[in-house]
């Protein structure tokens, strides 16, 4: 079988923090057997955001998702593991948590019904491009 070591961007948003899920999300990664490379709460500028939703500069939830995720402090983190992108996103589940599975953070932890689709507490890279770019816009000095 082909090891396959890669590292991910993993955000617990300003909804997963304030909620006091930060814990619960890294507790989560730890379990699954990946090894945090870098853990930092912060607040995020806006053109920091911009940068990294970036692929969604053209789409109407743009706006209110940089105003959202610029709300209060994030988690960022980086984590890496055999297959670490498709796995934390599995870990996450799928974007709305109204209807994220059970088992799955987003699934387990989220919900809708009272907040918008952005409050889905975490974010995952989804491609090794992706996430060695999310990577260097939020820790420059692990860039290889
Ligand atoms: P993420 O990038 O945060 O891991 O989530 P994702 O891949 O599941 O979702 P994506 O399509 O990349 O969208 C990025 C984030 O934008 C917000 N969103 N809002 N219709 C909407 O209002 C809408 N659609 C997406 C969510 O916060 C999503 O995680
Ligand atoms: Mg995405």
Do not use: C
Not at 50 to 79: K, Q, T
Not at 109 to 117: N, S, Y
Not at 126 to 144: K, T
Request: proline residues 6%; without cysteine; charged residues 25%.
């Amino acid at each position: 079988m082909t090891v396959t070591t890669e590292r991910t961007l993993i955000l617990v948003k300003p909804d997963g923090v304030a909620r006091g899920l930060a814990g619960e999300v890294l507790r989560r990664i730890e379990a699954k057997g990946y090894v945090l490379e870098a853990v930092e709460l912060r607040r995020a500028p806006r053109d920091l955001l911009e940068l990294h939703y970036a692929e969604h500069a053209n789409r109407p939830f743009f706006a209110p998702l940089v105003d959202f995720m610029s709300s209060g402090p994030v988690l960022a983190v980086v984590a890496s593991g055999e297959r670490v992108i498709e796995g934390f996103r599995s870990l996450a589940g799928t974007t709305d948590p109204t209807t994220a599975a059970p088992g799955t953070i987003r699934g387990d932890l989220g919900r809708t019904w009272d907040a918008p689709v952005q409050q889905n507490i975490v974010h995952g890279s989804d491609s090794v491009e992706s996430a060695e770019r999310e990577i260097s816009i939020w820790f420059p000095f692990l860039v290889r």
